[in-house]
């Protein structure tokens, strides 16, 4: 019964916001470029006259860095927000010049999955917290900094939003852990979310110029496109165009506390941003109230995206086949 009313509690915190796109950039991976994404994107989409919100649920804090925010002496977190049920989201909330709403980390969030364990709302406790909150329920978009695990942070980002995207490089051990991340998203969302979708994949750091780019991208795509009718989280996810380009100065802005846009608006990489807060936006939500046809979600694994070798002749490989290959004999068993 406490289970039910905490999952009921989560559900009306998510009806609350119906009007604000809320996005958890989640990879288990560090290094893919997640926190740049979520950083630029915001940016971009502020730009486009969206009011844009930004959670930092990494204890790195790498995303409040990255905009040139801290958290000064008293000034609470969003740690304080998750433990101390006193601290609003509005209190901790901070306005940035760059016109996006910020909630920032700090390294004491690192402690705050042990002591949330024993909380009966540990998996839901950012959701209530989010749905009380009016500025948040002003917002456009919401987005999730996760960290780069699967703990108990990750659970409260993925109890809130209703759509996930994953920032990944084109390399084969990527494509390889998205099945396990795929299989999260299945799990959370046949527990406490049924709503969460994945809806996009974003590739960073791209090399267009590579063999190895094309591949990877043949076989996502497939993967994907072999997904389509499945009763499965990311039977609508897509891959976000453009790819962003490796660009140094991607890696250059965040040491000076801003996103490409203050730091320099007409290299590629702000261009690879601009045009992709576009794809995002104009590309629209799941329809997350029915985004399975009717159907329900089942708890899933996701087939392994298979990348076959490198061939002589350049050719890209197809992983289109093996999946459905593998989706047809599950469902003869």
Known sequence: MAQLRRIGAAKQARKAMTATRTIAFMNQKGGVGKTTTAVNLAAALARTGRRVGVIDLDPQAHLTLHLG???????????????????????????????????????????????????????????????????????DFLLIDCPPSLGLLTLNALSLAREVVVPMQAHFLALQGLSKLLETVALVGAGVNPHLRVSGVVLCMYEGHTRLAAEVVADLEGFLDAARDQPVPWSGCR????????????AECPSFGSSIFEYDAHCPGAEDYLALARDLAEGGAADTADADGGRDIERVEATPVVMTAPRGDGAAPRAAAATAAASESNAAS
């Not at 705050?112 to 917002?139: F, T, Y």
């Open 239 to 250: 891959i976000l165009r453009p790819p962003i380009r490796r660009n140094i100065k991607l």
């Open 69 to 139: 925010a801290s958290v000064s002496d008293g000034r609470p977190s969003i740690y304080d927000v998750l433990v101390d049920e006193s601290t609003l989201v509005d209190e901790a909330a901070v306005t940035l010049p760059q016109g996006l709403l910020l909630l920032p980390a700090e390294t004491d969030l690192a402690g705050a999955e042990v002591e949330l364990a024993s909380a009966p709302d540990r998996a839901s406790r950012l959701a209530a917290r989010c749905a009380a909150s009016k500025a948040i329920r002003g917002l």
